[in-house]
């Protein structure tokens, strides 16, 4: 719908503007905090003019903690989260729309129930999963042996890249998303593929993957930005200090009881962790708003 | 060349819905045969079992002799152009054209030296490097012919090639089809519903109606001597007109309400059984008023100029069906006008009324055991 009223138009752009000042807000006092002494920060009320402190927060930030390490430890996660879900959900999506086997409707269906089911609400049993992988390996073999065989097996992913990422990359949305991309494509290209001699893999990385690189694309940024906001998660599965992530390492720069509320240093350290993700939309947008809007034909 | 043979063809899908009723159809070598009929006739399932992309409920398919019910698409050495071409979007034509030979392993040289060919007879030689959304309609559609010629298949299936186009177009594309078939001399299986081009491309003809063929033959034929009062609505345009009658005591008239048309030969069938008579609008022709040839006069309702023509509708025989009458457009006709019409005995067509299926007459059932 395209109206053309002047009073309409300045009425949208007064809500954006507003819209878009209530996001950065908070973004920009992180901002001028981070460039301020720790005095001036703490004053009240807090200086709205960013100061000139900015460089040596930054530096003073990095420094407290390992951010170096945490940010690559939360580059690996985030990327491996990213790109684990897009493999596996775009698989599944083509199991479930391009072949006719058995259960495939409760195999859908089981996929699109796991929807509700995110890590804060399994998180003890997976825990106990990544702690010793084999648990379920172990648990399967006592109970058909009737508890005659007592295995002792292990297999730690606890501090382990494996261990932040594996049980992360099951993703219900993105397998429901390509699924509903993948029928907007018309049969006939399939059987025309089919005619072409090709197999059902061939068609898929020769077809069905280059048509769908826009919705990559978006799933990419969105899935990126959900792995590097876990916190809970890592939290719990890495206890060495070289496994931890920039989330993490934030957390532990809160200023505590009785010592100096440094929140300049802080804020310079939440500039640094989100850094990466706002590179990543900058970078990807154009795909990222096509692979959204419009559908590609 | 090979021919294609269809024995005890049957195709029931899931959940019971019968597309194909038992057909046995022989695609001679080097023909084209059309399938004619009207939407969920059948014709398109039928098209898709020869292609593999659908799977036999009972029956055979051979090509060139080979039972291919079994055989993947890709491995029945067939080509296939769909209704709305299905070109790869991402590829270039160039890609379209060599992906199939790509994925049967045709050595490079052999790729390039098809594409330039397919590409030469097409004249889509400076579309190779663009995208199917660079090209226009027609451009699309030659550019799905060439993804099957290069692969020099056994076989050619058309869905409906042509439908996406505009008129004008279609008219233009059906050209060069035809000559395009003249040329390579492929046996092709060719799925439409509309009649002008079943007509004017096919070798045969098959008309289907409800999974079942009603009539194969050669197009005059199939339009001269429709086996079916089915076949012959279908085709022909504007549609025969039928009125209900009754067949003769001497079985060489056919009593109508008010009048008797006679046949001038006798016909089979039962003397006094229900009966449709046909006549087709071309075969209607203007008399005097007096004529003793008349066999009614038509009440103008309507009247249609199309240039060449000039259709007329109104009432003819009875009080209830419209009949339509085709005169040459020079006519002069006006609503409230009435015109006496004759027709020439050997144009009429004479139905059982239950069956539907065509009473020869004796002359044409002579013909027939010679």
């Not at chain 1, 809500?15 to 908070?26: D, G």
Request: hydrophobic share 50%.
């Amino acid at each position: 719908m395209i109206e053309r009223t002047p009073i309409l138009d300045v009425l949208t752009h007064v809500l954006l503007v507003l819209c878009i000042a209530l996001v950065l807000l908070p973004v920009y006092l992180a901002f001028v905090a981070a460039t301020l002494p720790v005095g001036a920060v703490n004053s009240a009320p807090m200086p709205w003019l960013p100061g000139d402190q900015l460089f040596a927060n930054l530096a003073t930030a990095w420094q407290r903690e390992d951010l170096g390490r945490q940010l690559f430890n939360s580059m690996v996660m985030a990327s491996g989260i990213a790109f684990g879900k897009i493999s596996i959900s775009i698989l599944s999506a083509f199991a479930i729309t391009y072949f006719n086997f058995p259960f495939r409707k409760t195999a859908f269906a089981l996929i699109f129930v796991s929807l509700m089911l995110p890590v804060e609400v399994r998180i003890v049993p997976t825990y106990e999963v990544t702690a010793n992988a084999l648990t379920p390996f172990i648990w399967l073999i006592e109970t058909v042996t009737g508890g005659m065989v007592d295995i002792r097996l292990r297999w730690n992913l606890l501090n382990t890249y494996e261990g932040l990422i594996l049980p992360l990359i099951a993703s219900a949305t993105a397998t429901f998303l390509f699924r509903q991309f993948f029928m907007t494509i018309p049969d006939e290209l399939a059987e025309a593929a089919k005619i072409d001699s090709a197999t059902p893999l061939r068609f898929f990385f020769d077809i069905l993957l280059p048509l769908s690189r826009t919705n990559i694309a978006a799933l990419a940024v969105i899935m990126f930005i959900f792995g590097w906001n876990q916190y809970l998660w890592p939290l719990l599965v890495t206890t060495e200090e070289n496994m931890n992530t920039i989330v993490i390492g934030l957390n532990r720069m809160m200023p505590s009881m009785d010592a100096i509320p440094e929140w300049n240093v802080v804020m310079a350290g939440a500039l640094i962790a989100l850094t990466p993700p706002v590179l990543v939309i900058l970078f990807l947008q154009r795909w990222f708003l096509k692979g959204l809007v419009d559908s590609e034909k | 060349m090979p021919d294609v043979e269809l024995q005890g063809v049957r195709k029931v899908y899931a959940g019971g819905v019968v597309a194909i009723e038992g057909l046995d159809l022989k695609i001679e070598d080097g023909e084209l045969l059309a399938l004619l009929g009207p939407s969920g006739c059948g014709k398109s399932t039928l098209l898709r079992l020869c292609a593999g992309l659908e799977t036999l409920t009972a029956g055979d398919i051979r090509i060139g002799g080979r039972v291919v019910n079994g055989l993947e698409p890709g491995e029945r050495d067939i080509a296939m152009v769909f209704q709305n071409y299905a070109l790869y979007p991402h590829m270039t034509v160039r890609q379209n054209l060599a992906y199939g030979l790509k994925n049967r392993r045709t050595p490079g040289p052999e790729i390039d030296r098809r594409i330039a060919e397919a590409a030469r007879i097409l004249q889509i030689e400076e579309l190779l490097d663009r995208q199917p959304r660079q090209l226009s309609g027609g451009q699309r559609q030659r550019v799905a012919m060439g993804r099957a010629i290069v692969r020099e298949p056994q076989v050619f299936l058309y869905d409906e090639p042509l439908s996406n186009l505009d008129a004008k177009l279609r008219a233009h594309a059906r050209l060069e089809l035809k000559k395009l078939q003249q040329t390579l001399g492929t046996t092709s299986l060719y799925v439409t519903h509309d009649q002008v081009e079943a007509m004017t491309m096919a070798d045969r003809l098959v008309v289907m109606n409800a999974g079942v063929a009603q009539q194969v033959g050669r197009p005059m034929e199939v339009y001269a001597r429709p086996e079916t009062a089915f076949v012959a609505g279908f085709i022909g345009s504007p549609a025969m007109n039928f009125t209900a009658g009754t067949l003769g005591a001497d079985r060489r008239s056919v009593a109508l309400a008010g009048t008797t048309v006679a046949l001038g030969t006798m016909v089979q069938g039962e003397a006094g059984s229900a009966v449709t008579l046909g006549i087709r609008p071309e075969h209607l022709l203007p008399t005097r008023a007096d004529g003793q040839d008349a066999i009614g006069v038509l009440e103008v309702a309507l009247v249609e100029p199309l240039g060449a023509d000039l259709l007329v509708h109104g009432r003819l025989f009875d009080e209830t069906e419209t009949s339509t009458v085709r005169l040459p457009g020079s006519a002069d006709a006006r609503r409230g006008d009435v015109i006496p019409l004759a027709v020439n005995p050997a144009d009429l067509h004479v139905f059982d009324a239950a069956s539907g299926r065509r009473l020869h007459t004796i002359d044409e059932d002579r013909k027939a055991a010679a």
